[in-house]
């Protein structure tokens, strides 16, 4: 977010999802005078729109927080609105997940603060969940180049330097990183073994063939 949030939160495509009432009428005008795009549904959709920046919706006692599943790739910045605090709706509003919340009575106070806050809090979630996905990647590669460098000591009779230099220079000379040349390898060598286990007894193909991958190039 940057050093004017106000600034960022104009324009924000925000959805309430609530019944019609007084209060929630004043928060949708509130949002416009801020300058959101903001909108009312209800009943509650059955899933949120791909197009929704952040999402008001309503925590109720009796059937749990109105927040319908998201988009992949599309999760909105998500406020909730509780009416009462008891134990049952303290535990729905923890279900929810939300990234923030008000409290009814809504007044004018604090809605601006809730949305930067809430929007804040999406984006440092969403940087975090990034890291973990590279860093998932970056095991999985791991894993990978390791398989293929005890395929490649255990086919050719490498050492594992020379089986592990092998795979960096297919990498470099094909412009590929070294997790999808692993892959190559690995789902080579399986074919060929499923291809020799039905042709027992028949002279063994060559495995030159593992490491001829197709020229890609790294996005």
């Known amino acids: 977010m940057s050093i004017d949030p106000v600034r960022d939160l104009r324009d924000a495509r925000v959805l309430v999802i609530h019944p019609s009432d007084q209060e929630i009428d004043e928060l949708l005008r ?30 109720c006692t009796s059937t749990g927080p109105a927040l319908p599943q998201s988009q992949p790739g599309a999760e909105p910045a998500c406020i909730a609105i509780v009416d009462y605090e008891n134990p049952t709706a303290l535990k729905s509003l923890l279900d929810s997940n939300a990234h923030c919340f008000i409290s009814k ?4 106070a604090g809605i601006l603060s809730s949305l930067a806050m809430a929007c804040a809090v999406r984006g440092y979630q969403g940087r975090l969940l990034a890291k973990v996905a590279k860093l998932e990647e970056t095991l999985r590669s791991r894993r990978e180049i390791e ?19 092998l795979i960096r ?9 070294m997790g999808v ?35 890609r190039r790294l996005p």
């Open 105 to 108: 009575p809504i007044r004018a």
């Open 147 to 165: 398989r293929a460098t005890r395929i490649l000591m255990e086919v050719k009779g490498l050492s594992e330097e020379r089986a592990y230099q």
């Open 30 to 59: 509130h949002l416009r005078r801020i300058g959101c795009q903001a909108r009312l549904a209800w009943p509650a959709p059955a899933a949120l729109p791909a197009d929704a920046d952040v999402v008001f919706f309503a925590i």
């Open 169 to 177: 220079q297919q990498a470099t000379a094909q412009r590929l990183a």
């Open 181 to 215: 040349v692993a892959r190559s390898i690995i789902t080579a060598h399986r074919v060929f073994d499923d291809r020799a286990e039905r042709r027992k007894g028949q002279p063994r193909e060559s495995v030159g063939a593992v490491l001829q991958l197709p020229a």
